[in-house]
């Protein structure tokens, strides 16, 4: 009757999420008087979980699953929540994630919430906080099915530690090829830079760059932040970058600790999309700029002038602070 | 190839969000309703398949007879024939189940939906559907090219984007990539009298449970006032970054 928690690992190691939905496994459990187990495939450091809470880890070694596949790692997920006998599993946001849940979901009959921002209301019954509109409102959702499935959004609940000691179990789930009716042929991926999904901070540009050979000082900030670029609706829609760069309410959303908008207005649908972003910067020359209204500090200047001066303050202050 | 684009009829993107009846409803009040974004993305690839590969196309949506001028707008812009299911969507799991039944009855060999719609954000009708009724499934898509049986999707992955080859009857969650925001098509004259003779078959909704609710709704607290630096003083913006908001 643990917690089952999906811990996501990328070439052997933990992602940033699985210690944020590894902590919040650990207090879901502790709510509900039971403790918390994770389920991890091709991590070498399975242990190191008990840092966050885990007390139990079921943890597959298979070469089928080097790649992500969703239908064969949703059934890895649902034959151990079936061995625990698990009624509630938490779940990460990120993009492979939210692309097994719902298979989960339907394998095992289970409500599932998604975009869960904070550890639940009451357990019994099962209440937890959502973002709904696109982050324009929360809700409260009751979850009345025997299993419940939490989707835990990034960045929102954070990693806390809480020493306790992992029991590693190893778990050899069984696979059938039906398992791998979608191949993966090409995987396209930036390495050695932050995303969007994960970075700590991110800078984004607008129309007010007025083209694509302006970016280069978008990618030195970013350079010197160690953040992911990321840019408006109007910009990849102009395809003065990729559409992944794209935030908003039909692109990706942010949640950052750190979000800097450069030449960005601030549409309700932009504004939307990166609002679960902690902290706000705006630069623009229009003080009268909505974006004005939902950042933290802003900066009434123009991009060319303030972001270089920007970059050359950030690199002292760096340099001061390494 | 038989194909069926799923629609979710939902507030306009530039909505204001309000909540009703105690904060338990959300407020329709002068809310314009739209087809769902990265639902429209789909609608306008599944043109494209019967353009150019004769695809038969038909769309469905799971709601009251109020989301009508939704899916009128999708017969205007080419699809063959409608479905309605006459019934609140009271969560993805019940919307998934009344779409599997017309999956089932329709014998389609394509499902296109949205990755999520930008109302309740649940991201997961296309999946429960295609794994309720054993289909292939691939979620946010952003191409999608079909060859007999045989189809290359591409989807979008944190960081980057992934290339998977799978076979028909299947199921993805789209969203834009699988047309440009230009190739999005605004319903003629002509689009919209021919629609007006279409099929919209309206149908009861199967029983189903209702395995979540939302029982109360928020909006955001109001955001603070910003602090404005002077461009002349970005030590000053990163003295706040560094110690106050403790970022950097």
Redesign the interface.
């Known amino acids: 009757m643990s917690v089952l928690v999906y811990t996501e690992s990328e070439n052997g190691k933990f992602k940033k999420n699985a210690h944020e939905v590894a902590s919040y496994a650990y207090e879901v459990a502790k709510q509900m008087g039971t403790t918390a187990t994770a389920i991890s495939i091709n991590a070498s450091d399975a242990a190191g979980l008990g840092d966050f809470g885990i007390s139990k880890v079921l943890n597959v070694s298979n070469d089928q699953l080097k790649t992500f596949n969703?239908?064969a790692f949703a059934n890895v997920i649902g034959q151990a929540a079936e061995k625990e006998s698990a009624k509630v599993i938490i779940l990460s946001s990120?993009?492979?994630t939210?692309?097994l849940?719902?298979?989960l979901?339907?394998?095992l009959?289970?409500?599932?919430?998604?975009?869960v921002v904070s550890a639940p209301e009451s357990t019994s019954p099962f209440?937890v906080?959502r973002?709904?509109?696109?982050?324009?409102?929360?809700?409260?959702?009751?979850?009345?099915?025997e299993i419940k499935i939490v989707g835990v959004s990034n960045n929102a609940f954070g990693s806390t530690e809480n020493k306790t000691t992992a029991a590693v179990e190893n778990f050899d789930p069984s696979l059938g090829d039906d398992s791998f009716?979608?191949?993966?042929?090409?995987?396209?991926?930036?390495v050695g830079?932050a995303?969007?999904?994960?970075a700590?901070?991110v800078v984004s540009g607008g129309r007010g760059l007025k083209g694509p050979e302006n970016w280069g000082m978008i990618e030195e900030l970013a350079e010197v932040?160690g953040a992911a670029t990321a840019c408006s609706?109007p910009v990849s829609?102009l395809g003065w970058r990729p559409?992944?760069e794209?935030v908003g309410?039909?692109?990706k959303p942010v949640a950052s600790?750190?979000y800097i908008a450069i030449g960005i207005s601030g549409?309700?649908?932009h504004l939307a999309g990166v609002?679960s972003s902690?902290?706000k910067?705006?630069i623009n020359t229009d003080p009268e700029a909505p974006f004005?209204?939902?950042?933290?500090?802003?900066?009434?200047?123009?991009a060319f002038?303030?972001v270089p001066?920007?970059i050359e303050?950030?690199k002292e202050?760096k340099a001061q602070?390494a | 190839m038989k194909i069926l684009v799923c629609l979710s009829n939902v507030?306009d993107?530039?909505s204001?969000?309000n909540?009703t009846d105690g904060d338990t409803k959300?407020d329709t009040n002068g809310v314009q309703f739209v087809i769902n974004?990265?639902d429209e993305f789909g609608l306008t690839r599944a043109m494209w398949f019967k353009e150019k590969q004769g695809a038969t196309v038909h769309v469905a949506t799971v709601g009251e007879a109020s989301t009508e001028p939704t899916i009128r707008k999708a017969l205007a812009i080419g699809a063959d024939e409608a479905i309605r299911v006459n019934a609140v969507p009271v969560?993805?799991?019940f919307v998934?189940e009344q779409l599997a039944e017309i999956v089932k009855n329709g014998e389609y060999d394509l499902v296109i939906a949205g990755r999520e719609s930008?109302?309740?954000?649940?991201?997961?009708?296309?999946?429960?559907l295609?794994?309720?009724l054993g289909m292939?499934?691939?979620?946010?898509c952003?191409s999608l090219d079909i060859d007999g049986n045989n189809a290359?999707a591409t989807?979008?992955?944190?960081?980057?984007?992934?290339?998977?080859?799978?076979?028909l009857p299947l199921v993805i969650g789209g969203?834009?990539?699988l047309v440009?925001?230009?190739d999005l098509r605004i319903p003629n004259m002509r689009g919209i009298m021919m629609a007006r003779q279409k099929k919209l078959n309206v149908v009861e909704p199967t029983s189903s449970?209702?395995?979540?609710?939302?029982?109360?709704?928020?909006?955001?607290a109001p955001?603070?006032k910003?602090?404005?630096?002077?461009?002349d003083n970005?030590?000053e913006?990163?003295n706040?970054?560094?110690n106050e908001?403790k970022?950097?």
């Open positions: 969703a239908k990120s993009a492979d939210k692309f849940a719902p298979i979901t339907a394998q009959k289970a409500g599932y919430v998604p975009n209440k906080k973002t709904v509109f696109s982050n324009k409102g929360y809700a409260i959702t009751e979850i009345s099915s009716t979608t191949k993966s042929i090409e995987i396209d991926k930036v830079k995303t969007i999904a994960d700590d901070i932040l609706k829609d559409h992944g794209h309410q039909t692109g600790n750190l549409a309700i649908q609002s902690k902290v910067v705006v004005f209204k939902a950042a933290d500090y802003g900066v009434v200047g123009d002038e303030v001066k920007l303050k950030l202050f602070n | 507030p993107t530039t204001k969000i909540f959300f974004p990265n969560d993805g799991f998934a930008i109302d309740y954000n649940g991201g997961m009708v296309p999946g429960i295609a794994t309720l292939n499934f691939v979620n946010t952003i290359t989807r979008e992955i944190d960081g980057g984007k992934e290339k998977i080859a799978t076979t969203q834009k990539g440009a925001e230009s449970n209702n395995l979540t609710a939302d029982v109360k709704f928020e909006k955001p955001k603070g910003v602090t404005l630096v002077d461009a970005i030590d913006l990163i706040l970054l560094h908001a970022v950097i």
